[in-house]
């Protein structure tokens, strides 16, 4: 009788201690997934806080490249009054000319979606591509206030072409380079659509795309960016990578929002 009370204490001994290791490491695993999370989403805000910065800079570029040009028109129109005062016409012509290629290198880029937000990113955008060779076309239709505030509809677009942008500047010196964009609201849905060529090095499995070394972690949070704020309005994102040529389409639920109306 002794003998067996010894086994069962020692029974419930050896059974209590496995249930204590399993909740040291239940407890251990729970708050290494946490903490893992945190850190994960601590990266993914601080790359878009980057992107952020990235874009306001940009913007803010063209806009004092504009400014720029404001002030010097005074003195632009000064030197054409001399030149026709003097009557020399010609020497007026030219510089006209070269005033007129001076402000088409400076508005050429800016576009004209609608959304000024959207126009201030894409002109941004529009003016590195030309400095890199890529041609960016853009077809682009938005209503200038939707229910999407500013910072996450240019952080969307913002890293589809950034992204596009990368993919561009790897391209061989022989093979084009043209970013295609799409945007229209359609249905109370706003479509997104960017497609842009790859050297074909990059792979997309299952859902994650499988990016070189240098860029997996910028793309990666990139990517990660774009699905968060695309899974926050319900919305859909797909991605297709065929014929050396990548393809995002996004679709957003989003309404439209009056002038009296706030984000």
């Known amino acids: 009788s002794v003998s067996l009370t010894s086994v069962n204490i020692m029974a419930i001994f050896v059974c209590f201690c ?3 290791i ?6 251990f695993f729970t708050y290494y997934n946490k903490a893992n999370a945190e850190k994960t989403e601590l990266a993914a805000h601080n790359e878009r806080l ?3 910065m990235r874009n306001h800079q940009e913007i803010h570029q063209i806009y004092e490249n504009l400014r720029m040009l404001r002030h010097d028109l005074n003195n632009h129109l000064h030197t054409l009054h001399g030149f026709i005062g003097l009557g020399e016409y010609q020497k007026a012509d030219a510089y006209i000319e070269e005033m007129t290629e001076a402000v088409d290198k400076l508005t050429s880029a ?3 979606t609608g ?3 959207l126009d201030a990113l894409i002109s941004s955008k529009a003016g590195i591509c030309k400095a890199s060779g890529i041609h960016l076309k853009v077809n682009a239709l938005v209503p200038p206030r939707l229910s999407i505030p500013d910072n996450q509809l240019t952080v969307l677009l913002g890293n589809l072409l950034n992204n596009a942008v990368d993919a561009c500047q790897k391209l061989s010196p022989d093979q084009e380079r043209v970013i295609d964009v799409d945007i229209f609201y359609r249905n109370k849905n706003l479509f ?3 497609k842009n060529p790859t050297d074909g090095k990059e792979k997309y499995v ?3 795309w499988r990016m070189t070394k240098q860029d997996a972690f910028e793309h990666g949070f990139g990517l990660k960016s774009i699905d968060l704020i695309v899974s926050q309005y319900n919305g859909y994102c797909t991605r297709e990578h065929k014929a050396n040529v990548f393809n995002t389409q996004i679709r957003l639920p989003v309404d439209i929002l009056s002038a009296s109306e706030g984000h």
């Open 192 to 194: 997104i659509a960017v």
């Open 110 to 112: 800016y576009c004209q």
């Open 206 to 208: 299952g859902h994650y």
């Open 50 to 52: 980057k992107m952020q």
């Open 115 to 117: 959304n000024i937000a």
């Open 18 to 20: 496995f249930l204590s």
């Open 22 to 27: 399993n909740l040291v490491c239940l407890i």
